[in-house]
């Protein structure tokens, strides 16, 4: 029996913060260390990030922090497959292969098209599609060609992106149906409500809300940070619930399940925010200073962290090239003689 594939990427247009440590770097390199028998994919997804942004400097930097804090984190390239998607041109190849079975009734319903096509509505603009890319339109199609490329079984993703996962396999249906059975149909792996971490003014933590606390800031800016994590008003003493805040939900995040239920008495006997805040710090830097050490390393050298990636496109290319190969004959395209 095959391997499992699990399969998993980060669009590169931001710094990486608490909220994607909790909710998808830390289980990702967790789930490597538990599943010896799995093959794992972890790659950055810098063609996804051109959709969003088309800031050149903020491209690149994304891409350099993104790959630094994987490893930085622990991740161990030798173990998995980590890589650009933009170092694996059959990516884009196989994109158009997939383009041209995909029902663009499909993509008209994608949420993301869907939510542009309502705020030009909302805000009276003559033309619904203003500001829709072709890249926009067709992000699921790229994302889907991500995960067929590899025959991924597993993709670890936020609730945001279960759609994507339906339009994947529906396309790899649609595929197999015409041209006989090259993918195996990918299946989302949802991470659970704790893992979505609230960010500063207590929505979820985002770069598009601006509300994030990044993972490797100096102990200073961290602590200053934290400090400014918004709470409720009750007093010192009164007691408090655990669940709904904010800090208790990051401290969480980051400590055994000991030292959580050891908080969890505190917030009955009344802590007060700032002592709270105070322990919230001390837990973040206590698990977060050794990364940073090793992030700041990395960062400090990018040739090295771009030996790295160019390997690790090499693992998956060794993958992705044959397996295309199959694929562009069974549509047609293959020698004349
Ligand atoms: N769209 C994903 C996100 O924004 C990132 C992504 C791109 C991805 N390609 C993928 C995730 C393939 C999983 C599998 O979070």
């Given at each position: 029996?095959?391997?499992?594939?699990?399969?998993?990427?980060?669009?590169?247009?931001?710094?990486?913060?608490?909220?994607?440590?909790?909710?998808?770097?830390?289980?990702?390199?967790?789930?490597?260390?538990?599943?010896?028998?799995?093959?794992?994919?972890?790659?950055?997804?810098?063609?996804?990030?051109?959709?969003?942004?088309?800031?050149p400097e903020r491209v690149?930097?994304?891409?350099?922090?993104?790959?630094?804090?994987?490893?930085?984190?622990?991740?161990?390239?030798?173990?998995?497959?980590?890589?650009?998607?933009?170092?694996?041109?059959?990516?884009?190849?196989?994109?158009?292969?997939?383009?041209?079975?995909?029902?663009?009734?499909?993509?008209?319903?994608?949420?993301?098209?869907?939510?542009?096509?309502?705020?030009?509505?909302?805000?009276?603009?003559?033309?619904?599609?203003?500001?829709?890319?072709?890249?926009?339109?067709?992000?699921?199609?790229?994302?889907?060609?991500?995960?067929?490329?590899?025959?991924?079984?597993?993709?670890?993703?936020?609730?945001?992106?279960?759609?994507?996962?339906?339009?994947?396999?529906?396309?790899?249906?649609?595929?197999?149906?015409?041209?006989?059975?090259?993918?195996?149909?990918?299946?989302a792996v949802v991470e659970?409500?704790?893992?979505?971490?609230?960010?500063?003014?207590?929505?979820?933590?985002?770069?598009?809300?601006?509300?994030?606390?990044?993972?490797?800031?100096?102990?200073?800016?961290?602590?200053?940070?934290?400090?400014?994590?918004?709470?409720?008003?009750?007093?010192?003493?009164?007691?408090?619930?655990?669940?709904?805040?904010?800090?208790?939900?990051?401290?969480?995040?980051?400590?055994?399940?000991?030292?959580?239920?050891?908080?969890?008495?505190?917030?009955?006997?009344?802590?007060?925010?700032?002592?709270?805040?105070?322990?919230?710090?001390?837990?973040?830097?206590?698990?977060?200073?050794?990364?940073?050490?090793?992030?700041?390393?990395?960062?400090?050298?990018?040739?090295?962290?771009?030996?790295?990636?160019?390997?690790?496109?090499?693992?998956?290319?060794?993958?992705?090239?044959?397996?295309?190969?199959?694929?562009?004959?069974?549509?047609?395209?293959?020698?004349?003689?």
């Amino acid at each position: 029996m095959s391997k499992t594939r699990i399969l998993t990427g980060i669009t590169t247009t931001g710094t990486p913060h608490l909220g994607n440590f909790a909710g998808a770097i830390g289980p990702a390199i967790e789930a490597t260390r538990r599943n010896p028998e799995a093959e794992f994919f972890f790659f950055l997804a810098d063609y996804h990030a051109l959709i969003k942004c088309q800031e050149p400097e903020r491209v690149q930097r994304s891409r350099l922090e993104v790959a630094a804090t994987w490893l930085a984190l622990g991740l161990d390239p030798e173990r998995v497959c980590f890589y650009r998607q933009s170092d694996i041109p059959e990516i884009p190849e196989l994109t158009w292969l997939l383009t041209c079975v995909t029902a663009k009734g499909l993509m008209n319903r994608a949420h993301a098209y869907k939510a542009a096509v309502q705020e030009n509505l909302d805000s009276g603009d003559a033309d619904p599609d203003r500001g829709v890319t072709m890249g926009l339109f067709s992000y699921p199609i790229l994302m889907a060609a991500d995960i067929l490329m590899f025959n991924a079984r597993k993709v670890p993703v936020g609730k945001d992106q279960t759609q994507h996962l339906e339009m994947a396999r529906d396309i790899a249906q649609r595929f197999n149906h015409i041209y006989g059975e090259h993918f195996v149909l990918p299946e989302a792996v949802v991470e659970d409500d704790a893992a979505v971490l609230a960010g500063l003014d207590g929505r979820k933590m985002s770069k598009s809300y601006n509300n994030t606390i990044p993972l490797f800031v100096s102990a200073k800016e961290l602590r200053k940070l934290v400090m400014r994590i918004v709470t409720n008003s009750q007093l010192p003493g009164e007691p408090k619930d655990p669940d709904g805040s904010t800090l208790f939900q990051i401290y969480q995040a980051f400590a055994s399940a000991d030292e959580t239920a050891a908080i969890r008495v505190r917030y009955a006997e009344g802590i007060a925010w700032g002592e709270m805040k105070q322990v919230l710090f001390e837990k973040l830097d206590s698990v977060l200073a050794g990364p940073r050490e090793h992030y700041a390393a990395l960062i400090s050298d990018p040739a090295a962290l771009e030996r790295i990636l160019l390997a690790g496109a090499d693992k998956a290319r060794a993958i992705a090239s044959p397996f295309l190969a199959g694929l562009r004959a069974a549509t047609g395209l293959r020698k004349l003689g």
